[in-house]
């Protein structure tokens, strides 16, 4: 029998505090996935086409993972693929995008086994302008397969993901969430029944607030759901789940 002996490590906060942000970065890992960094931009005065987040290094070579969630509330078109300092080529996960109306979309994308880069930046790019819009990133080491892609949207509630099922025995599972108001708060909530890690609540855009958590889990996960406690249930929320080995 194999065993799969979760690591943990500390990990740094991305170099930009944002204060909404709930909850230390800390870095899990399981069969060598490793949580590494989080970068965020937002942008709520005047229209943009691109919006790239703070500075922030990948170091060490090649064979990243990089997620990249690009949130805008004019309407629901597909951003343009994101680019970055290490020019990498980006991919959809097209089954992950979230829209609870068509004025506002949460689009995420990937890059696997991309090439690091110093002081660079991850941009969001769209093929119209967008006054409040927010680009929030989370990378990884040791993973880069696409597994699940899935997204819910609603008018209120507690932000609550598909139902889904891993296929492979380690894997990261990240869960974006865009809400609607800038006054809430995240907190953990589950991914699998087991309490998440990594909560972040970034990217403020308008009248949304962008955020998320993540999950480094041992062992297939069969028919789970992802959820994070909102301070405020009232509001509309779009949740984006994705799971790499």
């Known amino acids: 029998m194999r065993w799969f002996i979760p690591l943990l490590f500390a990990a740094a906060l991305h170099a930009q505090q944002v204060p909404q942000t709930t909850g ?10 490793t949580f590494l960094t989080h970068a965020e931009g937002k942008n709520t005065s005047g229209g943009v086409t691109a919006l790239a987040t703070n500075t922030f ?11 990249v969630a690009c949130r805008q509330d004019t309407n629901n078109t597909v951003p343009n693929a994101p680019t970055d300092s290490g020019s990498n ?10 829209s609870i109306s068509t004025t506002d979309l949460l689009s995420v994308w990937y890059v696997a086994n991309a090439t690091g880069f110093t002081n660079g930046t991850v941009q969001c790019n769209w093929p ?3 006054t409040f819009t927010s680009t929030v990133v989370r990378v990884y080491k ?3 397969t696409l597994d699940v892609a899935t997204n819910a949207h609603s008018g209120s509630g507690t932000p609550t993901s598909p139902s889904f099922t891993t296929t492979t025995a380690a894997e990261a599972i990240i869960a974006f969430v865009s809400t609607g108001s800038t006054s809430q708060t995240f907190t953990a909530g589950s991914i699998g029944g087991v309490t998440a890690t990594n909560v972040f609540a970034d990217g403020v855009g308008g009248s949304q607030m962008t955020g998320g ?15 994070i406690i909102d301070s405020d249930t009232t509001k509309a929320y779009e949740i984006s789940v994705v799971s790499f080995h």
């Open 89 to 98: 080529t980006y991919t959809h996960a097209s089954a992950a995008d979230s």
């Open 57 to 67: 290094s990948v170091t060490g070579g090649s064979g990243y993972l990089i997620v």
């Open 24 to 33: 230390a970065i800390a870095a899990t890992a399981s069969a060598g996935i």
């Open 142 to 144: 040791n993973v880069g």
């Open 213 to 227: 958590e993540d999950l480094i889990v041992s062992g297939i996960q069969t028919s789970i759901t992802a959820t």
């Open 128 to 130: 119209v302008s967008h």
